[in-house]
């Protein structure tokens, strides 16, 4: 299933609950799948909060919520999942993550790393020195939500980017 019939199944699940933000009920649950989000990834959200998380298995979960009155019920099957985005490489999945060391050298000579990522718009790269991974990621994430600046497309891109410190659109 595409992420998209995913997120078709998810807010029919959530309707199903009546816990999909209607004009009759706007302050209930939205869904999107951010292309900024790790592969597969979408974020659930309402006037209260937001969770992030892998479709298929907040699907699941919606899947096994049964349909009560009880508002104490209400998102409660998604307390499980993050409540804030995966914002660096320690809360990427790890397995939609790659770090590569271009040039040898110990962690403290800040030697030439490259980190190929999955997310909903596809491949996208990044490289500079030792703890690109983390940084790349945050910053992309904080400027994916804040301003413009995008990680590389390519891995050409990136590793130029590294090397003259202009961005992959400037």
Known sequence: MSISETVKAIRSQ??????????????????EAEPALPEGWVRIYDDHGEVFGD????????????????EDSYGSCLQEFLDHRPMNSNRWPCDLIEVEKIVDGLINENPLCLI???TNDG??????????????????MGEHLFGPKKL???????????????????
């Open 123 to 140: 491949i996208k790269y990044a490289a500079g020195p030792h703890g690109v991974s983390q940084c790349a990621l945050s910053d992309f």
């Open 116 to 118: 190929t990522v999955r």
């Open 14 to 31: 959530l309707d199903r609950l009546n816990w999909l933000a209607t004009d009759s009920n706007p302050c209930a649950f939205l869904v």
């Open 55 to 70: 479709a298929d298995e907040i699907l699941n979960a919606l899947c096994l919520e049964p349909e009560s009155e009880d």
């Open 152 to 170: 590389a497309s390519s891995r050409e891109q990136a590793l130029q980017v590294a090397a003259t410190g202009l961005g992959p659109e400037e």
